[in-house]
């Protein structure tokens, strides 16, 4: 059974840090990629980052870019996403999803076969 379990969301002050993982069990983890997405209420999900199976790509929206960091560790079958500068507009429930190989131009939660039940993030002002 594949199982993503995401961890690390809680209440933040604007301008400060979170570190959100994902552990992955029940399948080949380095034939994967890991995409992280929020939902914030009232708004669809949106795809934010994603690291392809072999970190030779990496993907950020827009409204990520230069503040969040996405890491993988094969050996340990985990995913990380460093939030640095957060902003309330963070403000969301944060899923981590898989799918193979490679991560795609544009994030659709269609293209992501397992997900994550959520964490929080609150942000502040």
């Known amino acids: 059974e594949v199982q993503l379990q995401a961890s690390g969301g809680g209440l933040v002050q604007r301008g400060g840090s979170l570190r959100l993982s994902c552990a992955v069990s029940?399948?080949?983890?380095?034939?994967?990629?890991i995409g992280w997405f929020r939902q914030a209420p009232g708004k669809e999900r949106e795809g934010i980052s994603c690291?392809?199976?072999?970190?030779?790509?990496?993907f950020y929206a827009d409204s990520v870019q230069g503040r969040f960091t996405i890491s993988r560790d094969n050996a340990k079958s985990m995913v990380y996403l460093q939030m640095d500068s957060l902003k309330p507009e963070d403000t969301a429930v944060y899923y981590c999803?898989?799918?193979?190989?490679?991560?795609?131009?544009?994030?659709?939660?269609?293209?992501?076969?397992?997900w994550g039940q959520g964490t929080l993030v609150t942000v502040s002002s």
């Open positions: 999803a898989i799918r193979r190989f490679i991560c795609l131009p544009t994030m659709a939660s269609s293209q992501y076969d397992y």
């Open positions: 029940g399948l080949i983890f380095e034939d994967h990629a």
């Open positions: 690291v392809s199976s072999a970190v030779l790509s990496t």
